[in-house]
């Protein structure tokens, strides 16, 4: 090898080592970890291209999907930790990964879904996004609890907390916490004990009775899943899917189909259905103690002699000073019968309290300001024309409203024990068709029969 040969190869060497020295020295370990963090992305001069590689982000989140769009090849996301929405691109140099590690597309990505970020902040676009390892995911949940009042959501014997920042979603849509619904079956998803996105899968409609007249007093069962007494002007509201509803008052009746869709209200003519001559059975009540005192339907009966009934579904209450009450609901069918109550003794004290209590609180009420001239309906019972309000009862309840030419919605709403009133003002109905009529349904349309969900759910 020549002399200049070997000047040359040196001169090599000795610019590449020099190289290798600031290059090792321009990488600075990480604060957290100790190790050596990812160089920022250098734009190669002149072409606007960044080159994609494993090292090709500078920030780094766990956040939620808000929004997805695959036409334009977007994500947003929710920060958890600030609560702020940003929105990233999604390239052919952008890795996507379910929980598992596998390759997945931008259109397997779910609204809610809680997902580890890796992205490009200059350019705001997505290095990698895969489906947190640290999250959980409980499908298709039926048997829960959600208390607003306490942020708390008790599924089974666990409970988990709500965030500020908790999102709400039905049919990839955003909604407010109060329009879930008891008797909607939910996907609930979140990382340790806090839930970060509720997603109804199988929601509710609504149910109304037409030509109901004759059965007002009656009773209905829907499904498996409720029933009630039948009264004037009721609005319910059940389950998305296809049910087979039956209707009884004094051995008259029949049994109808309906389907009922999410977001719908379904009108069931019942006008057709026989309801018999009024038949009466007679019921002997033995009451213990002795002096308890008996209400029917509301009004005060004498336990002393029979009492005779009109067939069908009453509401049947036991009362006396320091005992238990007893209130349940009885069903009338035969010519004659008898009934025992025996009340659980109490402290008499604590039960004159509780009793003192209620018609304290009866003293205030529940007003509904908005959306003005809305038919208003608290737990399925018409109420008035808003602006309106009703005596208040603490615990939980549903307001649906609903008016022509208007999408009807519903609100579960707690209601506390303070001495006060409260005032709701919902947002205006949207417009759109408010009724469907289940005679114009066509016979195929036939949801998922399993879209029922567990009578436990039902309030």
């Known amino acids: 090898m020549t002399e200049r040969r070997k000047r040359t190869v040196m001169g090599i060497l000795i610019l590449a080592c020099t190289l290798g020295l600031l290059t090792a020295c321009s990488v600075k370990p990480d604060s957290q970890t100790g190790q050596p963090a990812p160089a920022a992305p250098q734009e190669q001069p002149g072409t606007g291209f960044v080159p994609a590689g494993p090292n090709s982000y500078d920030s780094a989140d766990t956040a939620v999907v808000v929004k997805r769009d695959a036409k334009e090849s977007t994500v947003t996301l929710l920060n958890l930790d600030l609560g702020r929405n940003y929105t990233l691109s999604v390239e052919g140099t952008s890795n996507l990964y379910d929980k598992f590690g596998e390759p997945m597309s931008l259109e397997q990505i779910r609204l809610g879904d809680i997902v580890d970020v890796t992205f490009l902040r200059s350019k705001k676009r997505v290095n990698t996004m895969q489906i947190s390892p640290l999250s959980w995911e409980y499908a298709d949940a039926s048997r829960y609890e959600i208390d607003l009042g306490r942020g708390e959501v008790t599924i089974g014997e666990d409970v988990y907390k709500l965030t500020d920042d908790t999102i709400y979603l039905s049919e990839e849509m955003r909604i407010e916490a109060m329009e879930l619904n ?214 939980s309840h ?45 016979p195929a349309a036939t949801p998922d029969p399993t879209a029922v969900p567990d009578p436990s759910t039902i309030q």
């Open 182 to 395: 008891p008797v909607d079956v939910l996907t609930f998803k979140g990382i340790g004990s806090s839930i970060y996105s509720i997603e109804v899968e199988r929601g509710h409609g609504y149910l109304r009775l037409k030509n109901e007249e004759k059965f007002v007093g009656g009773d209905m069962e829907i499904g498996q899943i409720i029933a009630r007494r039948i009264e004037e002007d009721m609005l319910l509201t059940v389950p998305e899917g296809r049910y087979e509803i039956r209707l009884r008052k004094r051995g008259g009746g029949g049994t109808k189909e309906v389907t009922i869709r999410r977001g719908e209200e379904t009108t069931l003519d019942i006008g057709d259905l026989e309801v018999p001559e009024i038949e009466y059975g007679t019921i002997v009540f033995t009451l213990e103690p002795s002096g308890a005192k008996l209400y029917i339907d509301g009004e005060k009966a004498d336990p002393s002699a029979p009492v005779s009934l009109e067939y069908g579904i009453h509401q049947v209450m036991v009362r006396a000073n320091g005992y238990q009450t007893i209130t349940t609901y009885i069903k009338v069918a035969q010519p004659s019968g008898g009934l025992s109550f025996t009340l659980d003794a109490v402290d008499a004290d604590k039960e004159n309290d509780e009793q003192e209590e209620k018609e304290k609180l009866a003293q205030y009420k529940v007003f509904v300001d908005a959306p003005e001239f809305a038919e208003v309906y608290l737990d399925g019972n018409y109420v008035g024309i808003a602006p309106t309000s009703f005596v208040k009862s603490e615990g």
């Open 398 to 442: 549903i307001i649906t409203l609903r008016r022509s030419g208007c999408q009807t919605r519903s609100y579960t709403i707690s209601v506390d024990g303070e001495y006060k009133d409260i005032t709701y003002s919902f947002a205006e109905l949207l417009p759109g068709a408010d009724t469907t009529d289940t005679d114009a349904l066509p």
